[in-house]
Nanobody, 115 residues
Framework: QVLLDESGGGLVQAGGSLRLSCAAS????????MAWFRQAPGKEREFVAV????????SYADSVQGRFTVARDDAKNTFYLQMNDLKPEDTGVYSC????????WGQGTQVTVSS
C-alpha cells in the first residue's frame, strides 16, 4: 500500500509563489505517473498537472500552463508542484494522485491566494 502526503500549502498574495510537495511512502515504486488535482469551494475537482513515470513527459491544464511546473525526485519518493504567478482563482485544496480517479489520493493541502 502506498500512502501520499502533501505539504507546502498556505496563504499567499496574488502574484506570489508556492511549492507543494507530495511524499510517497509504503510500497513505493517509480514506475507510475503522478498527478496533481485541485478542488475549489463549491466546484468539482479538476486536473492540474501530471508527470510521467520517467519524468520525461508532463502535461498541464490550460489554466496553469506556463505558471506551474511539476517535477519528481524518485530518490526521495517525492514529487513537486511549483506554482508561480498565483491568482485568486488558483485557490483550493490541492491533492496528489497515483493511478487516476480510482487510485491513491493524498489528504490534500489548502492553497489560498488573496487578491
Amino acid at each position: 500500500q502506498v500512502l501520499l502526503d502533501e505539504s507546502g500549502g498556505g496563504l499567499v498574495q496574488a502574484g506570489g509563489s508556492l511549492r507543494l510537495s507530495c511524499a510517497a511512502s509504503g510500497r513505493t515504486s517509480s514506475t507510475y505517473a503522478m498527478a496533481w488535482f485541485r478542488q475549489a469551494p463549491g466546484k468539482e475537482r479538476e486536473f492540474v498537472a501530471v508527470i510521467s513515470y520517467s519524468g520525461g513527459s508532463t502535461s498541464y491544464a490550460d489554466s496553469v500552463q506556463g505558471r506551474f511546473t511539476v517535477a519528481r525526485d524518485d530518490a526521495k519518493n517525492t514529487f513537486y508542484l511549483q506554482m508561480n504567478d498565483l491568482k485568486p482563482e488558483d485557490t483550493g485544496v490541492y491533492s496528489c494522485n497515483i493511478g487516476g480517479p480510482f487510485g491513491i489520493w493524498g489528504q490534500g493541502t489548502q492553497v489560498t491566494v488573496s487578491s
